[in-house]
């Protein structure tokens, strides 16, 4: 298969089941709802990673594409949603630097949401 239609059915099966997860996950509605979910499904990919290693050492990766469509539109929820407090705000922002999946730098949009530019043009 031609490595953009693997791309383009990567991206239809993430949408799929993103919109299964929708249904059945609450929307978060401040930027901690978001912080603990992600923390929540690290937490589970580590726990269900170390069993998978015990059970089958040498298996590849179990395969988390919906997670990560979730993932990825939390992601984007981090940039639009607004801290409720200064507070919140710091909390998030420590988080954030702190968590792996975001080491690569690319969070201005996230950045400028936390410390209150988001109004700013």
Same mark, same amino acid.
């Given at each position: 298969?031609? =490595?953009?239609k +693997?791309?383009? +059915? ?6 799929? =089941?993103?919109?299964v997860?929708? /249904? ?10 978001? +912080?603990?979910?992600?923390?929540y499904?690290d ?8 069993? #998978?290693?015990? $059970?089958?050492?040498?298996?590849? &990766? /179990? &395969?988390? #594409? ?13 940039e639009?949603? !607004? ?21 690569? &730098?690319? &969070? /201005?949009? +996230?950045?400028?949401?936390? $410390?209150?530019? !988001?109004?700013?043009?």
């Open positions: 298969m031609e =490595a953009f +693997v791309n383009e +059915v990567d991206e239809l099966r993430q949408k799929e =089941a993103f919109k997860m929708k /249904d059945i996950l609450p929307e978060p509605y401040t930027l901690s709802d978001v +912080v603990r979910e992600f923390q499904w937490w589970r990919y580590r726990m269900r990673s170390a069993a #998978g290693k015990e $059970i089958a050492p040498n298996a590849l &990766g /179990d &395969g988390e #594409g919906p997670i990560y469509a979730r993932e990825s539109w939390l992601e984007k929820k981090l639009i949603i !607004h801290p409720r407090t200064r507070q919140e705000a710091i909390d998030v922002l420590k988080w954030y630097i702190d968590f792996p999946r975001f080491e690569d &730098g690319n &969070g /201005d949009n +996230v950045y400028l949401n936390l $410390i209150g530019q !988001h109004q700013v043009e």
